[in-house]
């Protein structure tokens, strides 16, 4: 019992600061879930159950499937051992049992939904430079499409025969302007 609480105590502290390495958070997570059924088997009433249920949990967020499995299973091995040993229920196992897998379920749930979250924030980083790019390219053509004016309007063939030069500066002048204005109005990308 006393082996049971020093290794839940240790290990519990450990995974919550090793998030880091992964080879660190699995010793810790093995070591937590361990003593969580050694514990409960012990004392079969008492919350103890929850140590293997969140190192569970937790294993399945932070770390790989097959090291979430071993997490697990080295929980319940312990908790049946200790349990065999105590001369526990298969009652009590099994539901303990059912707990563990539970948390190993939310923990592989929430993995993914990280996951999901992490590739949607890069596609929508993505679809701003997207969006940047394009408004660069359309004032970047709007720009040319101004200079071919302004060069047709020099030798006379834009604006028709005998266009005012003047009224053709003048023209392209607002058009540009416009131009700025449709940039300007741009939305802003994310993360700028």
Excluded: H
């Amino acid at each position: 019992m006393t082996v049971g609480l020093v290794a839940a105590s240790a290990g519990w502290p450990g995974w919550l600061f090793t998030d880091v390495r992964p080879r660190g958070t699995a010793g810790c997570l093995l070591a937590t879930a361990v003593a969580g059924g050694m514990l409960a088997a012990v004392f079969p009433g008492s919350p103890a159950i929850a140590l293997t249920a969140v190192a569970a949990l937790r294993a399945g967020t932070a770390l790989r499937i097959e090291m979430s499995l071993a997490v697990v299973v080295a929980g319940a091995v312990a908790l049946a051992v200790a349990l065999l040993a105590v001369g526990g229920s298969t009652t009590a196992l099994l539901g303990y049992t059912v707990l563990i897998g539970g948390g190993l379920t939310a923990g592989l749930v929430r993995r993914r939904n990280v996951q999901r979250a992490e590739q949607a924030e890069r596609l929508l980083e993505q679809t701003a430079r997207a969006r940047q790019a394009g408004a660069r390219a359309a004032a970047l053509a709007e720009g040319t499409r101004i200079a071919r004016g302004i060069r047709g309007s020099a030798t006379g063939r834009a604006g028709g025969k005998g266009a005012d030069r003047a009224a053709m500066v003048r023209r392209c002048g607002r058009e540009r302007a416009g131009s700025r204005r449709s940039v300007a109005r741009t939305p802003p990308t994310a993360g700028r």
